[in-house]
Structure formats: C-alpha cells, structure tokens
C-alpha cells in the first residue's frame, strides 16, 4: 500500500538539555536525541488520549520500532532548549513513519531530523496487525 500525505501541522514538544543528555564536552550525546523523539512520540499519543500502558489492555496492541534513521545537523548544548517538531504517515495497514526534527533556537537551528518507522502487534502473541483506526486518524489525518 501506498504512503498516505499527513494533513495535520506537526505535534511539537519542548525538552532541556541537561548535564545527563550532554558528553564530557557539554554536547548532546548522539542517543539523547533518539530518547527526546521518543518522549516527544508518547507525549503526542497521550495529548490525543491515546495512553501507551494501556493500548496492550485496552486494544490488545503494543507499537514496536522497526527501524530508524537519523541525520545530524548541528550540535546542541548543555542548557539548550529543544523543540521536537512529529509528523506521521501511514505506510500500509500495520506501519507509521514518524518523521521528527529537532530544533532550537529563533530563528530555528535544526539539530537533527529522525525517521522512525513503528509496527503495531498484538500484545497478546507478538504477530503483526492493523494500527487502530482512530490512532492512524487522529495522528495522520486520514481515515
């Protein structure tokens, strides 16, 4: 199946940089920034009441990363404030593309940009099946 476009602007969530997500040198470390899209993709979902604890009782649905790519741009430092600004596609029945950059600054400095595909599996034997339909709605404006 093919992608469907995204209609909504994008979900943003602000995040600071502390000591614990920085190197010896005060710059983020490159896997703090995998944890920001992370929080800023549940954040989202629960914004829109879509809980993750309880889609495995609820839904009979856990979200798994299948894969993920991400470009650096430009540093971020100690005490930073960061934007992280989250579209999603549909990519089929079973899959979104979370597409995600991280920013600071005005005007804004893109730090990085991530993609993160998410499968959905049923929590109850691990095997693939469909997102549900009011997930992919709310997140990709499409029904």
Request: glycine fraction near 8%.
């Amino acid at each position: 199946m093919g992608e469907q476009q995204n209609h909504q602007p994008p979900h943003e969530w602000r995040v600071r940089v502390y000591y614990e997500d920085t190197d010896c040198g005060g710059v983020v470390y490159h896997t703090a920034y995998l944890r920001f899209m992370e929080r800023a993709r549940t954040e989202w979902l629960r914004q829109l009441g879509l809980e993750q604890n309880r889609s495995a009782t609820d839904w009979d649905r856990l979200f798994v990363v299948r894969g993920l790519g991400i470009d650096y741009h430009q540093a971020a430092v100690l005490d930073d404030e960061l934007t992280i600004a989250s579209t999603a596609h549909t990519r089929g029945r079973i899959r979104l593309l979370f597409e995600q950059t991280a920013w600071r600054g005005d005007p804004p400095q893109v730090c990085c940009r991530g993609r993160v595909e998410v499968v959905c599996v049923r929590a109850s034997d691990g095997r693939p099946c469909g997102f549900p339909e009011r997930l992919r709605a709310e997140l990709t404006d499409v029904g």
